[in-house]
């Protein structure tokens, strides 16, 4: 049986412990770029805390009932800070969902579904019509997971990061 997953906002003695996670994450995905091909994105991760502190943005974390981090992601209240390539940090009325990554002890539990729905919560909390996020083919498994919560793919979205193509997805709520 699953653990029930609780989502709550990362505290900040958990800032080091998600960044590993997010690398470790992030680095065993096969078909993604590695720490040397994109090491300005494995900072990134490794300093998902910092998210906290930027205006409109917070740092969820799936929590598990002994304590222990199972994932985590980044919402944006306001797709300015989004702060990926393409036209995704121009929408308005929309909510977003970076850096999504679930530990792999507890994959296949509903934790990156938990992150997800707490996210598209928020933005229904704020009257958004719409939530905004990116994935790669290397992500398959929460590319699938997207879809199956109603995301649709949005041309629009995509944009490339060096040479690996990144696709935009994107949920109405209204």
Not at 126 to 136: D, E, K, N, S, Y
């Amino acid at each position: 049986m699953n653990p029930p997953v609780r989502v709550r906002e990362l505290r900040r003695d958990e800032f080091e412990t998600l960044g590993q996670l997010m690398v470790e994450v992030y680095s065993n995905l096969e078909g993604f770029p590695t720490p040397d091909e994109q090491p300005a994105y494995y900072a990134l991760l490794a300093n998902i805390g910092a998210f906290s502190e930027k205006k409109d943005a917070s740092v969820l974390a799936a929590v598990a009932p002994d304590g222990d981090l199972m994932g985590g992601v980044v919402y944006f209240g306001d797709m300015a800070a989004y702060g990926s390539g393409g036209t995704a940090t121009a929408v308005r009325n929309a909510s977003g969902i970076r850096l999504l990554g679930v530990d792999p002890r507890f994959r296949n539990q509903g934790v990156g579904k938990a992150l997800t729905h707490a996210c598209i919560e928020r933005a229904r909390e704020r009257g958004h019509a719409q939530v905004i996020l990116h994935t790669t083919q290397a992500m398959r498994v929460a590319w699938a997971l997207y879809e199956s919560l109603g995301f649709q793919r949005s041309e629009d979205l995509d944009f490339r990061q060096g040479d690996l193509p990144v696709f935009g997805f994107r949920l109405r709520l209204s």
